[in-house]
């Protein structure tokens, strides 16, 4: 399965962390090429006036806030 998102503004994660406008190709989960891609895919999304960002991990979260969130916060 391949997906292209065509014309966005993509977001690097290079080291100058450059914005271009180009294409991302993705085959089976993974990113294959990004720029100007001239190869077919078996879905096109039209990403023209959107962003085309990298996927974001929380790598900080107080598990146990989330949890018990609501529980006490009456007690100061």
């Not at 993974?30 to 077919?40: F, P, T």
């Not at 989330?66 to 007690?75: I, M």
Request: with cysteine; aromatic share 2%; hydrophobic share 45%.
């Amino acid at each position: 399965m391949s997906l292209l998102l065509r014309g966005g503004l993509v977001v690097t994660q290079d080291e100058k962390r450059r914005v271009v406008t180009g294409d991302v190709l993705l085959e089976d989960g993974r990113i294959v090429a990004v720029g100007d891609v001239d190869r077919s895919a078996d879905d096109v999304i039209d990403c023209s006036g959107c962003a085309v960002l990298p996927g974001f991990i929380n790598l900080h979260q107080h598990v146990a806030n989330t949890l018990l969130r609501g529980v006490a916060d009456d007690v100061p």
